[in-house]
């Protein structure tokens, strides 16, 4: 049994455990932003260190665990989520009273239940890492105990959380009572399709479907982004999806190809009705939070729209789009976090003047707005191109179609934001300081949006190669 | 190996001053001194790195069968794979070196034309930029890249021709020059994509293999019609007639711009282009025909204008679209060699007269009417000197670098049709009589009483003077050395001079300067009275044959009336159904909304509802019944 191909989950982990014993050691009054700078530096060295394994597939635990392409792939889109986002959480968190240190420790854990649910290659794995990622964000969710909304959001997430968990784990022991397995490998031969095994696999797709926050699974979604603390709003909208879409990719790619006839239709069906809804609903939306989130509701339907071709070129174009929708949220919510911290909120009309307090964070919030809208050379342009294209090859132009359209329709309420920050007058005339830590967050999703929609080629390739790994 | 490393790394060559161009404009363009310091070092890192490729292409035997390339992998998607690279061959090595020679010199030279310019910084940001696109263009290994570049080379000129963009004109003329050579670039990028669809590939490489194949087998018909269509992005951007009405407004610019646009960067970029892909133009005749005439006709008809201009910058714009006519016109008549040749003496002399004339216009505080100049010689000796040597260079006096570069294009009509070479005989005499005119208006005479002439600052002088002597020795040197073996296309030929032909331009560019003489240096000819004689060809000559007033007319009433007929459309009929829509789709939102109430219980209800329907729906609808909407 090779457990070095776990190394960097346990990195992980440890970094977490330790930054918990230096919070109990660090005198009580001492800021506790050397923690996040901890995390920071540690988080970066584990992503430096997962460049060293790329290679051909190995497992562990007798097949259960398994360290391919595609898991590298999303354990770094993982880390680098984690490394952005602790960087411009480093000042919004140094404002609270209490539990500094824990917020890092925690996030560092949600990332190893990512990281587990990358590499997972049984349903149980699937389950318990997922479950370490959700559970840990039930309590990141309402951290923020002075406020109510936070509270109430934590506590929504963890009802309906837990009710979709116990959906897609009874979905999972329809699999296995039809199949006699839990392997994905094993259950590819095994399943066909009966009613006990088509019931499980839509109860999985719905469990799955609301991680995602697909459509119509995403009910919770908007009240939850606007009340979480808005790092992790960020990590709920990067990390958790993108987790959310490698178990997907995993489970109906690799163990239920023999009824992709069946599952595509619900595929599709969701699909649609995230891009049409997410965006509609957008559109009317006031706080920035809730507006990313319906935002995100239709990402995750463009997302899921590369799905439906069901080859290589559509999971590439997924995975691209994965990681580019990282740097185009860090980008938003780095001014996000920059404007709230002054203003004290987070409503739309706040960001009226930006252009003229900040021109940086105006322009980061244009580059990251437009990339989400797919506006070349931005990098959003080049992963709608990668999965409509896809698509259309399929033969589903009319799913492609429908893309582009709500595409189209997104630039408004995208487009929005950018009136208000440019041709609205500010309130208060007073300049509007980044913080240096933001500032490098912001910075790095600037260049790589623009990097990854002007020479996409790398990215694509290492998508490409990932996503060879499950067929 | 110096020459080794160039090589190898030729891209750094457009990329340096792309580099410069966002350092400077980002951070260091408040910083005058610091801006044109980094700008000047990355110009002469870059040059030394042309010649390096100049050098290593000699020590390598590159030819133009066998070019270097290389090839980065750009984007890659399924049925299109798109390269950036690096194509070195003669052509490219020539090119290479004569643009970063050239813009090298207008950036010295700039250093004492703009001084104290409040937009100092700014400048050497665009300069930077042009000339970066200008080199990407030239190194590029497919038509994608070129057109990105080709397209950069168009902002970039924008940017500088409205470089005073406090004055009107200077505006309009930014703007007339993007949109004249938009309206050419709408084909080039049109003839591109028809080649995408054709033969699968962009690459110039590939497509020199696929194409002589696909005429053998399908014949000429579509590839010429593709060919014309390309062709119409050098005829907007090299100011062939009749989208030539952008250079001379170009003037707009300072004059180092003019003298970068002129010689060296942009209006050159759509000869290059057609000498990059001869190896399509080569096997079209119709194509060819088409590019020789369009030439001629650009030469005669531009130096007929330049006969009676005034403005000093204007005659010069005059003359390179002239100029360009005759490239254009050996490249028609298939002498890439004598087209290319005549690009690189004619960068040296032009960019010369343009930098003498800027000399001219500071030393005069913006003067730019020739008549209210005169009787500069005393003054401005250096300056004198070296618009001497420009003028017998374009004029084609033997031994100056115009003559061998001219005669060869002389040849090459000559053994292709007598009217071309009728019509570039004529031209070149015309050409020897404006330019002298220009000459003697300016620096002889009696000076006038207002002016206070002073010679240019020494970092005016030093590119006076390496261009002079560029534009003495620049043919006579080539043309000793074969310029012809290296810069070619298809087999060397070795023409030499035939003496007919040369001594006729010769005593024809010398009979243009005595007359020339006669009625402006002397005035014993009056070139009133002539005027006055033929009135209807003089004002068809001052007023550039009405062709801006032609266009004008056109714009207002054709493309006015048609554009009030579809605003009418627009508000009425496309804003109806796209504002209803819009409302229609803010409404669904409204409605859609209601059903976030934030209460737990009902998102649990409708979670389980939605599950039920999934279940439901995937045990119990065969996905046959589905399949219609699938595939």
């Known amino acids: 049994m090779n457990i070095t191909l776990l190394t960097s989950e346990i990195l992980v982990v440890l970094l977490g455990i330790l930054i918990m014993l230096f919070d109990v050691l660090l005198p009580r009054q001492e800021s506790r932003r050397s923690l996040g700078m901890m995390a920071v530096w540690g988080t970066l060295g584990i992503l430096l260190y997962t460049f060293t394994l790329a290679g051909p597939p190995a497992t562990v635990y007798k097949g259960l665990y398994v360290l391919d392409t595609f898991a590298v792939f999303f354990k770094q889109l993982f880390l680098v989520s984690t490394v952005l986002a602790l960087l411009f959480s480093l000042d919004y968190v140094q404002d609270w009273s209490r539990n500094q240190g824990e917020f890092y420790a925690l996030l560092l854990f949600a990332v190893a239940g990512m990281m587990v649910m990358a590499s997972a290659n049984d349903l149980l794995t699937i389950f318990v890492g997922l479950e370490l990622m959700t559970v840990v964000f039930y309590i990141l969710v309402g951290f923020h105990l002075e406020q109510v909304k936070s509270s109430e959001a934590g506590m929504k997430y963890l009802i309906l959380g837990s009710a979709s968990s116990a959906v897609l784990l009874y979905g999972m022991s329809w699999i296995y009572g039809a199949t006699g397995s839990v392997v994905l490998t094993e259950i590819a031969g095994k399943a066909s399709a009966s009613p006990a095994v088509l019931l499980g696999v839509a109860l999985m797709l719905a469990g799955i479907a609301f991680k995602l926050a697909i459509a119509p699974f995403h009910l919770w979604a908007p009240d939850i982004y606007e009340g979480a603390p808005t790092p992790i709003t960020a990590m709920l909208a990067m990390g958790s999806k993108a987790a959310g879409f490698a178990i997907l990719l995993r489970i109906f790619i690799v163990a239920l190809p023999a009824l992709q006839d069946y599952w595509l239709i619900a595929v599709s069906a969701m699909a649609v009705i995230s891009m049409v809804g997410g965006t509609v609903v957008a559109m009317r939306q006031t706080n920035i939070k809730r507006m990313i989130g319906y935002s995100s509701i239709a990402q995750a339907g463009y997302m899921l729209a590369g799905l439906m071709a069901a080859d290589v070129p559509g999971v590439q174009g997924m995975l691209f789009y994965a990681m580019l929708y990282i740097f185009a949220n860090v980008g938003a919510f780095a001014v996000i976090v920059s404007v709230s911290q002054q203003t004290g909120t987070d409503e739309i009309e706040d960001f009226a003047g930006l252009a003229q307090k900040s021109p940086f964070l105006a322009v980061v919030m244009t580059i990251a707005l437009l990339s989400m809208a797919g506006i070349p050379p931005m990098a959003g342009f080049v992963g709608k191109f990668y999965i409509f294209l896809a698509v259309i090859e399929q033969g589903h132009l009319w799913l492609a179609l429908i893309g582009f359209i709500m595409s189209m329709v997104s630039v408004y309420y995208y487009l929005l934001v950018v009136k208000t920050m440019y041709m609205k007058e500010p309130k208060d005339s007073r300049p509007l300081l980044v913080g240096s830590s933001i500032g490098v967050a912001a910075v790095a999703s600037v260049l790589m949006t623009l990097f990854l929609g002007i020479y996409p080629a790398p990215l694509a390739d290492f998508a490409k190669a990932a996503a060879q790994v499950l067929w | ?631």
């Open chain 2, 1 to 631: 190996m110096f020459h080794e490393y160039a090589l190898q790394h030729a891209w750094l060559i457009p990329l340096l001053p792309a580099i410069a161009f966002v350092l400077i404009g980002l951070w260091l363009r408040r910083v005058p001194l610091l801006s044109a310091g980094l700008a000047l070092a990355v110009s002469i890192a870059a040059f030394l790195l042309a010649c390096g490729v100049g050098q290593a292409v000699i020590a390598q035997g590159i030819t133009v069968e066998q070019p270097f390339i290389q090839r980065v992998p750009w984007v890659a998607i399924s049925g299109l794979s798109l390269d950036m690279g690096v194509f070195i061959d003669p052509i490219t090595a020539m090119m290479l070196v004569v643009v970063t020679l050239v813009s090298l010199m207008v950036q010295i030279y700039s250093l004492g034309y703009m001084q104290g310019d409040p937009g100092f910084g700014r400048f050497y940001a665009y300069l930077s930029l042009f000339v970066a696109a200008m080199l990407g263009l030239v190194i590029s290994v497919n038509f994608i890249q070129l057109f990105v570049f080709w397209e950069l080379v168009g902002l970039s000129s924008y940017l500088l021709i409205g470089y005073y963009f406090y004055k009107i004109s200077a505006r309009e003329a930014a703007k007339k020059a993007f949109i004249t050579t938009r309206i050419g670039d709408f084909g080039l990028l049109l003839g591109i994509l028809f080649l995408q669809i054709l033969f699968g590939t962009l690459d110039f490489a590939q497509l020199g293999l696929a194409i002589p194949a696909y005429v053998q087998q399908s014949g000429t018909g579509l590839l010429t019609l593709v060919a014309l269509l390309i062709f119409l992005g050098p005829i907007g951007k090299s100011g062939q007639f009749p989208l030539h009405v952008w250079l001379p407004d170009a003037m707009e610019g300072p004059t180092p711009v003019s003298a970068l646009i002129h010689a060296a960067t942009m209006v050159v970029a759509g000869v290059y282009l057609v000498a990059r892909v001869f190896f399509l133009f080569d096997l079209l005749p119709v194509a060819l025909q088409t590019v020789a005439w369009t030439g001629a006709i650009t030469a005669f008809f531009a130096a007929s204008i330049a006969l009676t201009q005034r403005e000093i910058k204007r005659i010069l714009a005059y003359s390179t679209i002239s100029q360009l006519g005759y490239m254009m016109l050996a490249l028609g008549v298939g002498s890439v060699t004598a087209s290319m040749f005549h690009l690189m003496t004619h960068a040296f002399f032009k960019a010369l007269l343009f930098l003498a004339a800027g000399a001219v216009i500071h030393a005069l505080h913006d003067q730019n009417d020739i008549f209210a100049m005169g009787g500069l010689r005393h003054k401005m000796p250096v300056t004198f000197a070296a618009m001497t040597v420009g003028v017998l260079a374009i004029a084609g006096i033997p031994p100056f670098a115009g003559f061998f570069s001219k005669d060869e294009i002389l040849l090459a009509a000559a053994q292709a049709s007598w009217p071309l070479y009728l019509m570039a005989v004529v031209t070149s005499g015309l050409t020897a009589f404006y330019m002298a005119r220009l000459l003697f208006v300016v620096f002889f005479g009696p000076e006038k009483p207002d002016n206070h002439p002073h010679e240019a600052p020494l970092s005016m002088c030093i590119p006076l003077g390496v261009l002079g002597v560029l534009a003495i020795v620049g043919g006579f040197v080539p043309y000793t050395y074969h310029f012809g073996d290296w810069v070619r296309f298809g087999p060397a030929s070795h023409s030499g001079l035939d003496w007919a032909i040369a001594g006729t331009s010769t005593a024809l560019a010398l009979l243009s300067i005595g007359l020339a003489w006669l009625m402006y240096g002397s005035g014993r000819v009056s070139a009133e009275r002539l005027a006055w004689r033929f009135p209807g060809l003089y004002r068809l000559s001052y007023h550039k044959y009405y062709i801006d007033e032609l266009y004008q007319w056109l714009n207002q009433t054709v493309v006015g009336g048609i554009g009030r007929a579809l605003y009418w459309l627009d508000l009425y009929v496309i804003d109806g159904i796209v504002n209803g829509l819009g409302k229609l789709t803010l409404r669904l939102g409204d409605g859609l909304r209601k059903i976030q109430t934030g209460q737990v219980q009902q998102y649990g209800l409708v979670l389980f509802g939605a599950i039920l329907l999934v279940a439901a729906w995937l045990v119990w609808i065969e996905p046959a019944l589905m399949g219609g909407v699938l595939s």
